[in-house]
Protein backbone atom coordinates (compact mmCIF):
# COMPACT_ATOMS: atom_id res chain seq x y z
CA UNK A 1 0.00 0.00 0.00
CA UNK A 2 1.31 3.02 -0.97
CA UNK A 3 1.02 4.54 3.05
CA UNK A 4 3.73 1.91 3.73
CA UNK A 5 6.27 2.81 0.87
CA UNK A 6 9.44 3.77 2.50
CA UNK A 7 13.22 4.78 1.64
CA UNK A 8 16.13 3.74 3.81
CA UNK A 9 19.23 6.19 4.20
CA UNK A 10 22.41 5.17 5.14
CA UNK A 11 24.75 7.81 6.23
CA UNK A 12 28.86 7.19 6.22
CA UNK A 13 32.26 9.23 6.40
CA UNK A 14 34.77 6.72 6.83
CA UNK A 15 36.97 4.77 3.96
CA UNK A 16 37.28 1.85 7.24
CA UNK A 17 34.03 1.14 7.59
CA UNK A 18 33.48 0.24 3.72
CA UNK A 19 33.41 -3.35 4.21
CA UNK A 20 30.32 -2.97 6.85
CA UNK A 21 28.78 0.14 4.79
CA UNK A 22 28.22 -2.76 1.59
CA UNK A 23 26.99 -5.40 4.72
CA UNK A 24 24.60 -2.29 5.63
CA UNK A 25 23.36 -2.00 1.97
CA UNK A 26 22.90 -5.65 1.41
CA UNK A 27 20.50 -6.19 4.32
CA UNK A 28 18.64 -3.31 3.03
CA UNK A 29 18.43 -4.63 -0.34
CA UNK A 30 17.94 -8.03 1.44
CA UNK A 31 14.38 -6.87 3.42
CA UNK A 32 10.80 -8.48 3.20
CA UNK A 33 9.47 -4.89 2.96
CA UNK A 34 11.18 -3.46 0.21
CA UNK A 35 12.62 -0.14 0.23
CA UNK A 36 11.48 1.76 -2.66
CA UNK A 37 14.73 3.61 -2.61
CA UNK A 38 18.38 3.20 -0.51
CA UNK A 39 20.06 6.55 -0.32
CA UNK A 40 23.51 6.58 1.12
CA UNK A 41 25.09 10.05 1.63
CA UNK A 42 28.52 10.63 2.30
CA UNK A 43 29.90 13.33 4.93
CA UNK A 44 32.34 15.11 3.25
CA UNK A 45 34.43 12.30 2.01
CA UNK A 46 35.25 13.04 -1.67
CA UNK A 47 37.12 10.03 -1.92
CA UNK A 48 34.31 7.50 -0.13
CA UNK A 49 31.72 9.47 -2.59
CA UNK A 50 33.27 8.46 -5.80
CA UNK A 51 33.68 5.01 -4.51
CA UNK A 52 30.58 4.71 -3.57
CA UNK A 53 29.07 6.23 -6.93
CA UNK A 54 31.10 3.51 -8.45
CA UNK A 55 30.73 0.44 -6.95
CA UNK A 56 27.31 0.62 -5.20
CA UNK A 57 25.44 -0.03 -8.19
CA UNK A 58 21.27 0.74 -7.72
CA UNK A 59 21.87 2.95 -4.80
CA UNK A 60 21.52 6.68 -4.85
CA UNK A 61 24.62 8.00 -3.39
CA UNK A 62 24.67 11.65 -2.18
CA UNK A 63 26.97 14.08 -0.17
CA UNK A 64 26.26 15.72 3.14
CA UNK A 65 25.09 19.30 1.85
CA UNK A 66 25.29 20.45 5.42
CA UNK A 67 28.38 20.85 8.21
CA UNK A 68 29.75 17.83 8.86
CA UNK A 69 28.03 15.26 10.73
CA UNK A 70 25.59 12.30 11.65
CA UNK A 71 22.69 14.99 11.43
CA UNK A 72 23.18 16.69 8.50
CA UNK A 73 24.27 13.53 6.81
CA UNK A 74 20.84 11.86 7.58
CA UNK A 75 18.84 15.62 6.41
CA UNK A 76 20.93 14.85 2.87
CA UNK A 77 19.54 11.74 2.38
CA UNK A 78 15.63 12.00 3.94
CA UNK A 79 14.80 16.01 2.74
CA UNK A 80 16.46 13.94 -1.24
CA UNK A 81 13.67 10.88 -0.79
CA UNK A 82 9.91 11.45 -1.92
CA UNK A 83 8.54 8.48 0.40
CA UNK A 84 5.42 9.06 3.18
CA UNK A 85 8.27 6.95 5.38
CA UNK A 86 11.90 7.23 5.63
CA UNK A 87 14.32 4.91 7.61
CA UNK A 88 17.34 4.66 8.88
CA UNK A 89 20.12 2.39 8.96
CA UNK A 90 23.91 3.07 10.03
CA UNK A 91 26.31 2.03 8.21
CA UNK A 92 28.01 -0.14 10.82
CA UNK A 93 24.84 -2.18 11.86
CA UNK A 94 22.82 -5.31 9.27
CA UNK A 95 19.01 -5.61 9.78
CA UNK A 96 17.40 -8.84 9.88
CA UNK A 97 15.42 -9.56 7.43
CA UNK A 98 12.05 -8.56 9.06
CA UNK A 99 13.33 -5.18 10.06
CA UNK A 100 12.03 -3.08 8.22
CA UNK A 101 8.80 -4.69 7.63
CA UNK A 102 8.16 -4.79 11.43
CA UNK A 103 8.79 -1.19 12.09
CA UNK A 104 6.26 -0.04 9.18
CA UNK A 105 3.78 -1.92 10.63
CA UNK A 106 4.08 0.03 13.52
CA UNK A 107 3.32 3.17 11.42
CA UNK A 108 -0.20 1.62 10.27
CA UNK A 109 -1.04 3.33 13.49
CA UNK A 110 -1.79 7.22 12.56
CA UNK A 111 -1.41 8.16 15.74
CA UNK A 112 1.88 7.30 15.60
CA UNK A 113 5.10 9.01 14.71
CA UNK A 114 7.83 6.95 14.54
CA UNK A 115 9.19 4.11 15.38
CA UNK A 116 12.48 2.15 16.14
CA UNK A 117 13.97 -1.55 17.20
CA UNK A 118 15.48 -3.76 18.86
CA UNK A 119 19.75 -3.12 18.56
CA UNK A 120 22.14 -6.41 19.35
CA UNK A 121 25.80 -5.45 19.79
CA UNK A 122 27.78 -7.62 17.58
CA UNK A 123 31.08 -8.18 19.80
CA UNK A 124 34.12 -8.05 17.58
CA UNK A 125 36.15 -9.25 20.62
CA UNK A 126 33.19 -10.88 23.09
CA UNK A 127 30.83 -8.59 25.79
CA UNK A 128 33.65 -7.58 28.36
CA UNK A 129 32.69 -9.25 31.70
CA UNK A 130 32.33 -5.66 33.90
CA UNK A 131 29.26 -4.32 30.80
CA UNK A 132 26.57 -4.36 32.82
CA UNK A 133 22.95 -4.64 30.44
CA UNK A 134 22.01 -1.05 31.87
CA UNK A 135 24.78 0.46 30.13
CA UNK A 136 24.61 -1.14 26.80
CA UNK A 137 23.67 2.00 25.31
CA UNK A 138 27.18 3.03 25.02
CA UNK A 139 28.02 0.51 22.51
CA UNK A 140 24.54 1.39 20.30
CA UNK A 141 22.70 -1.65 21.76
CA UNK A 142 18.97 -2.07 23.69
CA UNK A 143 19.62 -2.22 27.32
CA UNK A 144 18.18 -3.46 30.35
CA UNK A 145 14.44 -2.05 30.85
CA UNK A 146 13.17 -1.16 27.89
CA UNK A 147 9.88 -2.98 26.53
CA UNK A 148 10.14 -6.54 25.49
CA UNK A 149 7.02 -6.14 23.23
CA UNK A 150 5.95 -3.74 20.90
CA UNK A 151 4.65 -0.79 23.28
CA UNK A 152 5.06 3.17 23.09
CA UNK A 153 8.48 5.43 23.84
CA UNK A 154 9.35 8.68 24.69
CA UNK A 155 12.29 8.44 21.80
CA UNK A 156 14.22 5.90 19.49
CA UNK A 157 17.47 5.53 18.44
CA UNK A 158 18.53 6.73 14.32
CA UNK A 159 20.42 3.60 13.70
CA UNK A 160 17.27 1.56 13.91
CA UNK A 161 14.34 4.17 12.87
CA UNK A 162 11.61 4.67 10.63
CA UNK A 163 9.65 8.76 10.91
CA UNK A 164 6.55 10.20 9.10
CA UNK A 165 8.00 11.74 6.43
CA UNK A 166 5.17 14.99 6.88
CA UNK A 167 6.17 15.50 10.84
CA UNK A 168 9.77 14.74 10.20
CA UNK A 169 9.52 17.88 7.93
CA UNK A 170 7.45 19.52 9.70
CA UNK A 171 10.32 20.13 12.38
CA UNK A 172 13.12 20.65 9.79
CA UNK A 173 14.82 17.26 10.49
CA UNK A 174 17.90 16.44 12.69
CA UNK A 175 19.23 19.58 14.03
CA UNK A 176 22.39 20.13 12.23
CA UNK A 177 25.42 21.66 14.73
CA UNK A 178 24.08 19.00 17.26
CA UNK A 179 25.12 15.22 17.13
CA UNK A 180 27.42 12.69 15.93
CA UNK A 181 30.60 14.41 14.87
CA UNK A 182 32.99 11.62 14.24
CA UNK A 183 33.65 9.60 17.31
CA UNK A 184 31.81 12.51 19.44
CA UNK A 185 28.28 11.68 20.49
CA UNK A 186 25.46 13.49 21.30
CA UNK A 187 21.64 12.05 21.68
CA UNK A 188 20.46 14.28 18.49
CA UNK A 189 17.97 11.34 18.05
CA UNK A 190 16.46 12.01 21.70
CA UNK A 191 16.56 15.46 20.70
CA UNK A 192 14.51 15.07 17.34
CA UNK A 193 11.91 12.44 18.94
CA UNK A 194 11.41 15.13 21.42
CA UNK A 195 10.52 17.70 18.41
CA UNK A 196 8.23 15.49 16.55
CA UNK A 197 5.89 14.32 19.42
CA UNK A 198 5.54 18.00 19.57
CA UNK A 199 3.58 18.42 16.64
CA UNK A 200 0.29 17.24 16.85
CA UNK A 201 0.93 15.15 19.68
CA UNK A 202 2.10 11.65 17.97
CA UNK A 203 3.54 9.27 20.43
CA UNK A 204 6.58 6.39 18.79
CA UNK A 205 6.32 2.99 19.37
CA UNK A 206 9.54 0.51 20.32
CA UNK A 207 9.26 -2.86 18.39
CA UNK A 208 12.02 -4.97 20.00
CA UNK A 209 11.54 -7.92 16.65
CA UNK A 210 12.65 -5.39 14.60
CA UNK A 211 16.75 -6.15 15.04
CA UNK A 212 19.41 -5.17 13.83
CA UNK A 213 23.27 -6.17 14.58
CA UNK A 214 25.05 -3.31 15.61
CA UNK A 215 29.08 -3.86 15.48
CA UNK A 216 31.89 -2.79 18.57
CA UNK A 217 34.93 -3.23 17.40
CA UNK A 218 37.29 -3.88 19.83
CA UNK A 219 38.35 -0.33 20.29
CA UNK A 220 33.99 0.02 22.05
CA UNK A 221 35.19 -2.57 24.43
CA UNK A 222 37.24 -0.69 26.30
CA UNK A 223 36.35 0.44 30.19
CA UNK A 224 38.36 3.41 29.45
CA UNK A 225 35.65 4.22 26.04
CA UNK A 226 32.56 3.05 28.27
CA UNK A 227 33.82 5.93 30.64
CA UNK A 228 34.46 8.67 27.84
CA UNK A 229 31.04 7.78 26.22
CA UNK A 230 29.31 8.00 29.55
CA UNK A 231 31.05 11.39 30.41
CA UNK A 232 29.73 12.27 26.40
CA UNK A 233 25.99 11.58 27.45
CA UNK A 234 26.32 13.75 30.76
CA UNK A 235 27.39 16.63 28.44
CA UNK A 236 24.71 16.21 25.79
CA UNK A 237 21.83 15.37 27.88
CA UNK A 238 22.39 18.93 29.51
CA UNK A 239 23.07 20.53 25.76
CA UNK A 240 19.71 18.67 24.80
CA UNK A 241 17.73 19.83 28.08
CA UNK A 242 18.86 23.38 27.13
CA UNK A 243 17.27 23.38 23.54
CA UNK A 244 13.84 22.27 25.64
CA UNK A 245 12.59 24.11 27.79
CA UNK A 246 9.61 21.90 28.63
CA UNK A 247 9.04 20.44 31.83
CA UNK A 248 9.41 16.56 31.65
CA UNK A 249 12.40 16.94 28.96
CA UNK A 250 14.41 14.66 30.92
CA UNK A 251 12.11 12.54 32.63
CA UNK A 252 13.30 8.83 31.31
CA UNK A 253 16.80 9.83 32.01
CA UNK A 254 15.26 10.57 35.97
CA UNK A 255 13.59 7.23 35.72
CA UNK A 256 16.48 5.53 34.33
CA UNK A 257 18.94 7.08 37.19
CA UNK A 258 16.14 5.41 39.45
CA UNK A 259 16.09 2.01 38.56
CA UNK A 260 19.84 1.97 38.54
CA UNK A 261 20.70 1.44 42.46
CA UNK A 262 18.30 -1.82 42.25
CA UNK A 263 20.43 -3.14 39.29
CA UNK A 264 23.29 -2.60 41.43
CA UNK A 265 21.64 -4.54 44.05
CA UNK A 266 20.36 -7.12 41.46
CA UNK A 267 24.00 -7.94 40.44
CA UNK A 268 25.63 -8.58 43.79
CA UNK A 269 22.91 -10.80 45.03
CA UNK A 270 23.54 -12.37 42.18
CA UNK A 271 27.57 -12.59 42.79
CA UNK A 272 26.28 -13.71 46.56
CA UNK A 273 24.17 -16.84 45.08
CA UNK A 274 26.91 -17.45 43.54
CA UNK A 275 26.87 -16.10 40.00
CA UNK A 276 30.59 -15.27 39.92
CA UNK A 277 32.58 -12.40 39.99
CA UNK A 278 31.36 -11.02 36.80
CA UNK A 279 28.34 -9.20 38.98
CA UNK A 280 30.58 -8.21 40.85
CA UNK A 281 32.42 -6.28 38.26
CA UNK A 282 28.71 -5.43 36.45
CA UNK A 283 27.65 -3.82 39.76
CA UNK A 284 31.28 -1.70 39.74
CA UNK A 285 30.42 -0.52 35.87
CA UNK A 286 26.70 0.73 36.73
CA UNK A 287 28.47 2.81 39.63
CA UNK A 288 31.42 3.75 37.32
CA UNK A 289 28.93 4.77 34.29
CA UNK A 290 26.86 6.76 36.88
CA UNK A 291 29.21 8.99 38.12
CA UNK A 292 31.34 9.44 34.58
CA UNK A 293 27.90 10.82 33.27
CA UNK A 294 27.01 12.62 36.48
CA UNK A 295 30.96 14.35 36.01
CA UNK A 296 30.01 15.31 32.51
CA UNK A 297 26.88 17.05 33.47
CA UNK A 298 28.02 18.53 35.73
CA UNK A 299 31.08 19.95 33.77
CA UNK A 300 28.40 21.07 31.02
CA UNK A 301 26.40 23.03 33.42
CA UNK A 302 29.73 24.90 34.82
CA UNK A 303 30.42 25.71 31.25
CA UNK A 304 26.83 26.91 30.44
CA UNK A 305 26.86 28.83 33.55
CA UNK A 306 29.99 30.91 32.87
CA UNK A 307 28.99 31.66 29.33
CA UNK A 308 25.51 32.87 30.18
CA UNK A 309 25.82 34.21 34.02
CA UNK A 310 22.88 33.50 36.05
CA UNK A 311 21.75 30.98 33.30
CA UNK A 312 20.45 27.77 35.26
CA UNK A 313 20.30 24.67 31.88
CA UNK A 314 16.88 23.03 32.13
CA UNK A 315 17.83 20.04 33.68
CA UNK A 316 18.86 21.85 36.79
CA UNK A 317 15.60 23.49 37.40
Known sequence: MAHTTVSVVIPTYSEKRWAQLTQAVASARAQRHPAAEIVVVVDHNAALYLR?????????????????????????????TRTPLIAFLD????????????????????????????IDPAWERGRPRWMPEEFLWTVGGSYAGLPTTTAPIRNVWSESMVV?????????GFRTGFGKVGERSRPEDTELCLRMSGVDGGHWMYVPDAVVRHAVPAARSTFGFFLRRCYQEG????????????????????????????????HLAAAIRGGGVDHVLRAGGVVAGVAAAGVGGAVEVLAV?????GEVPAVVR
Open 91 to 118: DDTVADPAWLGNLVAAMRDPEVIGAGGG
Open 164 to 172: RRYTFLAVG
Open 235 to 266: RGKVQMSGLHAVPGTLGAERDYLRSLPSAVLR
Open 52 to 80: ARRDLAGVTVLENLYTPGASGNRNTGAFH
Open 305 to 309: RRAVP
